[in-house]
């Protein structure tokens, strides 16, 4: 297990390492020049050579990445061409902010999408099932953006239950939370539903009756944890959509996380704050993966990894 | 909020909450004495004497003396700060050589005692006073920490309490202000970037004041509870499309106007804008000196548009690129400037990228037509004809539509130099007219800000440059 574990991480090097390439070279030939942004609009072309040279912009691009990579091994991910504040303070501050939403949107999520998904295999064709069913489309259907704007409308400006936006107490997380889960809460009762039946049709259930548990004993503790590897994966791809949904959701909902902090970089062409927060959600999702792949063994024994 | 790096508006209104300049703005686009309480000018327009305010104190306790404006100066021109924003002070002597990190001091920046600052211009600049109430030449503390930025520490009205980054921004009121402080205990500006979020936000109650975004403004007009918290005023912001006159066609006057008569400015005002702006007829906005009001816009006149395009030698019509940012109003702008254009025979093809996309492209030369927009620094004809429209501004100085007149140069340079205001804006509205008979752009209209007020907010008035609101005498009843 702790070899894998040392294997995988020395795996993710080359990994992290192609996305630095990647995000540098796409920065380098996308449009829009990080010098003009900081002057603002009017701007003389000495100024703009000047701060072309000291920034090193006008260094060829390999210079400028060796540059850029030898700071990210020193530990050093440069500072904000437009606040000149160490990128790393920026992350270090929105990061966890951006957990916080993440992680409420994901226990939301595998609870209520779970809870659905169960009970929709109880009965299969049951109203439940269909009421379910009905509600998993309009779930993957809505976009995010607008199921946002609808539960603010709803519930902060007509029923005044929650404030509209902002950060704060558990009442400020709620409607952002439930805006980027909503998807994944269809999805994974949609998931959940199939590998139960699969799993409830299996002999090993029909033992479990047999032997007289009590229903609630045979769905969680027999058929549930063998249905758990589809949702598990589920849940582990649907942290790289929290991520990047969490952008869209973070502006509606003025959420002051990462995702905002890399919109704001990017209109502005801070190189240094995109290339840093790319980098490090690169990470953030390796080392989801990795997790995915370690709950594959605790719950399926027949998994081992070596 | 480091005054020294401030090149955007949000920063921009910060900055003039916490910090003071020598000069500063009134909501009505007034420039009045800021911490210099008064100026002597020399009679060749070159030397100026600043009489500083005594027993200001910065909200650390210093002390502000004269010395401050030099050290503060040095510091947004000091290549080390890495702000490229000087040109504010470009006027003063030897300020450009000490940002290209010629020459250890200011020529022309002196402080002989604690309460008096002379500077020395390169030539005489008659509009130089207004370009010291910008945000960026705000003064600050002597050997501030490299934190300003985060903790500012100014002289003015507010003091800062706290940031929380993309959330909000936090300032107590500071009860020693010279000029009196401000008649509410706190200010908040929250920082929320989906308009119908801040629109929500108001509608809940918990905004006091909301800049009414474009796309509420008509069902807020249309709505009578609504209509009634609505303030306005006009801003000394212009939507126009620049008009690249190096550019194929574009080159010939006939054509430019041509576009000026195809565009039907009124309807699109009032169909994408709310209504929420006059329509222009030269780049000086109505409320600003120089401007002329007997001057006609440009009609909508698709037949003599034709007319004129035939006569430059293209009956068949032309093909334009027509460029637009995906930000604000841009997009749904240039869709209406495209079926406008179309009608006379323009194939506009619009070429739509993220705003810093479309700001490279046309300080390049890249583009055809650009819809944008300019904001202006400080109020004066002055910043809308330099920047937009002189030769040695093509570019990343403002004149995307790479315009160049020598007649019209001469004019500036000698409104540059005037003294006398009225004579300053005589050659203001001849320069405008010149222009204007020159088409390099296509005159849209001058914006007027909308804002949103609840019924126990008083004393607030729109400004018209944006840093000219700082919320001093604004109180509050609940």
């Known amino acids: ?306 | 909020m480091d005054p020294a790096l401030s090149t955007d508006v949000p920063t921009g209104r910060a900055v003039a909450y916490i910090f003071d300049g020598l000069t500063r703005f009134t909501p009505d686009a007034k420039v009045v004495p800021g911490l210099a309480k008064s100026w002597d000018v020399s009679p060749d327009g070159i030397t100026y004497t600043f009489h500083l305010r005594s027993g200001v104190k910065f909200h650390d306790g210093s002390l502000f003396a004269a010395k401050n404006i030099v050290s503060t100066f040095q510091r947004v021109l000091d290549p080390k700060t890495k702000g490229g924003r000087g040109w504010p002070l470009y006027p003063i002597k030897g300020a450009e050589d000490f940002a290209a990190g010629k020459g250890q001091t200011i020529t022309g920046l002196a402080a002989p005692n604690d309460t008096t600052v002379v500077i020395t211009l390169k030539e005489p600049f008659a509009i130089f006073p207004k370009l010291l109430a910008m945000p960026v030449t705000s003064i600050v503390p002597n050997n501030p920490s490299a934190d300003l930025g985060q903790k500012p520490i100014g002289t003015g009205p507010w003091k800062f309490v706290e940031w929380r980054h993309d959330d909000f921004l936090r300032f107590a009121k500071n009860p020693d202000y010279f000029d009196g402080p401000p008649k509410t205990d706190s200010l908040m500006a929250r920082i929320i970037p989906e308009m119908s979020t801040a629109t929500a936000e108001f509608e809940a109650g918990n905004v006091d004041i909301l800049s009414v975004p474009d796309e509420a403004g008509k069902s807020w007009e249309a709505d009578p509870e609504k209509k009634k918290l609505l303030t306005s005023a006009p801003a000394l912001r212009f939507w126009y499309v620049a008009i690249n006159v190096t550019r194929g066609p574009l080159s010939d006057v006939r054509v430019r106007q041509a576009l000026n008569y195809a565009v039907d400015v009124s309807t699109i005002l009032s169909a994408v804008m709310a209504g929420r702006g006059s329509v222009a007829a030269g780049v000086v906005p109505p409320t600003l000196g120089g401007a002329d009001p007997s001057r006609k816009g440009y009609s909508h006149d698709v037949a003599k548009a034709k007319q004129l395009l035939a006569a430059a030698g293209h009956p068949n019509g032309i093909d334009v690129e027509l460029w637009a940012a995906t930000t604000d109003q841009s997009p749904r702008l240039s869709q209406a400037i495209q079926a406008n254009l179309a009608e006379a025979g323009i194939r506009a093809k619009i070429v739509q990228r993220d705003a810093s996309s479309v700001r490279e492209a046309a300080r390049k030369g890249a583009s055809d037509l650009y819809v944008k927009e300019w904001w202006a620094d400080y109020p004066d004809a002055e910043n809308f004809l330099f920047p937009l429209l002189y030769s040695k501004n093509k570019g990343p100085g403002g004149n995307v539509s790479f315009y160049s007149n020598p007649k019209f140069d001469a004019l500036i340079d000698q409104a540059h130099r005037e003294q006398d205001e009225s004579k300053r804006n005589a050659l203001y509205t001849q320069a405008d007219q010149l222009e204007f008979n020159d088409a390099p752009i296509v005159y849209l209209f001058f914006y007027k800000d909308v804002y949103a007020v609840q019924p126990w907010i008083h004393g607030f008035t729109v400004p018209a440059v944006f840093s000219g609101q700082r919320w001093t005498d604004v109180t509050i009843s609940k």
């Open chain 1, 1 to 306: 297990m702790f070899a894998f574990i040392v294997r995988r991480l020395l795996l993710a090097i080359p990994t992290l390492f192609g996305v630095l390439v990647v995000v540098f070279l796409l920065l380098y030939v996308a449009p829009g020049d990080p010098v003009q942004e900081m002057v603002g609009e009017r701007a003389d072309p000495e100024t703009i050579a000047r701060l072309r040279k000291e920034l090193h912009l006008d260094e060829p691009l390999l210079k400028q990445f060796t540059l850029y990579t030898g700071g990210v091994l020193r530990g050093d991910f440069g500072n904000s061409y437009i606040t000149q504040r160490p990128i790393i303070r920026d992350i270090r501050e929105r990061f966890p902010k951006t957990l916080l939403l993440a992680g409420s949107a994901m226990l939301l999520a595998s609870v209520l999408g779970i809870t659905i998904g169960v009970l929709s295999s109880r009965h299969p064709g049951g109203w439940f099932d269909r009421l379910g069913l009905g509600v998993a489309y309009l779930g993957i259907s809505f976009p995010v953006y607008w199921v946002g704007l609808i539960l603010i409308l709803v519930f902060a400006v007509m029923l005044r239950w929650l404030p509209p936006s902002g950060y704060g107490g558990i009442k400020y997380l709620i409607l952002p939370a439930f805006a980027l889960g909503s998807r994944s809460i269809a999805f994974l009762a949609r998931i959940t539903r199939s590998a139960m039946l699969d799993v409830l049709g299996g002999d090993f259930v029909r033992t479990a009756r047999a032997k007289g548990l009590r229903e609630r004993a045979v769905v969680i503790r027999h058929a549930l944890r063998n249905a758990l590897i589809p949702i598990i994966t589920v849940l582990g791809l649907d942290f790289g959509y929290y991520l990047t949904g969490s952008i869209l959701t973070e502006t509606i909902f003025s959420w002051p996380g990462l995702g905002r902090y890399v919109v704001n970089a990017i209109t502005r062409r801070d190189l240094p704050a995109i290339q840093g927060s790319v980098l490090f959600l690169s990470v953030i999702f390796v080392l989801v993966n990795l997790l995915t792949d370690l709950a594959y063994a605790k719950a399926d024994p027949r998994v081992a990894y070596s």
